[in-house]
């Protein structure tokens, strides 16, 4: 217990939180990328997997308290460590040392933030299906299949929503804003876990663009294609 407190309470203790945090995080959003991805194999597959997912509670369920926590954990330590840095350095960083700090980097807060605001959104727009956020006029909750039994019809509830515009560039922009927040994040947690060296130090950085291109290009290759008409037949 006292461990517990100490890791806590220590800036380190900190560190490491937001490190594993964060790295459960980066898997979630590999596996939710990959689970978004079926859309480009058609509704059969994309429908089962929600089937799949809606009808085994436990699964769905220990997944988002999880993920919660997670993302209160990573939030909590980011806010304390900033805090803290800034307590113990009240004077601005000078010109020549903000050049030498990456763009990400410097704005991981904000862009955590903005993140924080698109994932609500996007779990109002697509989980609880609110109807007055997705812009259609429709309700996604009606939206069935042609299985027996039917099926809730994530194909075309994904290909309504991200027709719309505003929905699609609003989702492209906050990707993004991961994204850059992932490639400075993704190196900083190997730093925070001892990993990152002179040595390996140089192939972690590149590692951690490469892996923020790949989720950007995957998670926003969805909305353009749909844009682009993937999918219209659906809604037909």
Not at 31 to 49: I, R, S
Not at 157 to 175: D, E, H, K
Not at 206 to 231: D, E, H, N, R, T
Request: charged residues 15%.
């Amino acid at each position: 217990m006292k461990l517990l407190v100490r890791l806590f309470r220590s800036s380190l203790g900190k560190k490491y939180i937001m490190a594993l945090s964060g790295a459960g995080l980066v898997l979630f959003a590999v596996g939710h990328m990959l689970g978004n991805l079926q859309v480009f194999l058609g509704p059969e597959p994309l429908n089962a997997y929600g089937h799949f997912l809606q009808s085994t509670p436990e699964i769905l369920w220990g997944a988002r308290l999880g993920l919660l926590g997670l993302v209160g954990l990573h939030i909590w330590a980011a806010v304390k460590l900033t805090l803290e840095n800034r307590a113990a350095r009240p004077v601005p960083y000078d010109q020549g040392e903000l050049v030498a700090a990456s763009y990400a980097s410097r704005t991981m807060i904000w862009s955590g933030l903005i993140i924080a605001a698109f994932v609500v959104f996007h779990l109002l727009h697509y989980t609880v299906q609110v109807k007055a956020v997705n812009l259609t006029g429709q309700d996604f909750g009606l939206f069935e299949d042609t299985h027996v039994p039917p099926r809730h019809d994530i194909f075309k509830m994904m290909i309504t929503g991200f027709r719309q515009p505003l929905v699609s560039g609003f989702y492209v922009l906050a990707v993004g804003l991961l994204c850059a927040h992932l490639s400075h994040g993704i190196s900083a947690m190997f730093q925070s876990l001892g990993f990152k060296d002179k040595t390996w130090g140089p192939a972690i950085d590149k590692l951690a663009v490469l892996a923020a291109w790949v989720l950007f290009l995957g998670y926003s290759s969805i909305p353009v294609a749909i844009l682009l008409g993937y999918g219209k037949e659906a809604l037909r």
